[in-house]
């Protein structure tokens, strides 16, 4: 795999691509430790909004929680500097995750899913994930990296040891897929979407993506472990958890794990 070809140069992003800001500016590297990294390193230089990190490869990806997340080249991993409105943090995720799967419809005709809160899965495995990293910075404010990565034409095969099943597009397909299209309806569907913020309809679209809602669930937070039906979510983004003895938790992503090795809730 990851024989077509397939330039991520930042010409090739930004040329003639439909947006105001987001990537406007692309810094592609071959290879980096993280995306996320290297895009704080930008912002504390005074990096533009929209400015966007890819590298054709992670040498230490990071997901949720800790996690590693595999990146070996034919992935796609890249990163978006924003500085958002406070009140329009909570709606990273869904614009984020709904871009993703908005851009795999398109290229590629497959259908996604979402996992709460931003697993992005194909038949119940995972195709991408998205972890935001935000904070302060004294002269641009506050900062959001919205870090995005997606297996394109890599084999899932030979992630082991990954904490849900996993698939790529290439494996869905048989055959690569351009990650240029991708990236650049990635991006353009991510600014369309951050645009329309703070935005009813992005949660209503993100809320009836989500296999996630009237599932049974285990929820780890922490050393806490919940059980439930995942009855619903709030405005926010917080799972809404109707727990056995009836009572209501409201449960962040950002602490939050989902049951043992099931990806289809
Ligand atoms: C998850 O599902 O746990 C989130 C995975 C996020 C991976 C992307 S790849 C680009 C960016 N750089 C990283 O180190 N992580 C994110």
Known sequence: MGTLADDLSPDSITRALATRFTGRKVIHLAAVASTIDEARSEVLSGAAQGTVVISDKQTAGRGRLG????????????????????????????????AAARAIKSVTGLQTQIKWPNDILI???????????????QVTGDYAIVGIGLNANVSAAGFTGVALPAT??????????????????????????????????????????????????????????????????????????????????????????????????
């Open 67 to 98: 996690r590693t997340w595999l990146s070996p080249r034919g992935g796609i991993y890249l990163s978006i500097i924003l500085y958002p409105a406070i009140d329009d943090f909570p709606y990273l995720i869904m614009v984020a995750s709904l």
């Open 123 to 137: 038949d119940g495995r995972k195709v991408g994930g998205i972890l935001i990293e935000s904070g302060l910075q």
């Open 168 to 265: 790529s597009l290439a494996d869905e397909l048989g055959r690569d897929v351009s990650r240029l299209e991708l990236v650049r309806k990635l991006l353009v569907e991510f600014e369309r979407l951050y645009l329309s913020l703070p935005s009813e309809a992005v949660f209503q679209e993100w809320r009836s993506s989500l296999v996630t809602l009237g599932r049974e669930i285990i929820a780890r937070s922490g050393e806490r472990v919940y059980q439930g039906t995942a009855e619903d979510v709030a405005s926010d983004g917080r799972l809404i958890l109707r727990t056995r003895d009836g009572s209501k938790l409201e449960l962040a992503a950002g602490d939050v794990t989902l049951s043992d090795n099931r990806a289809d809730i």
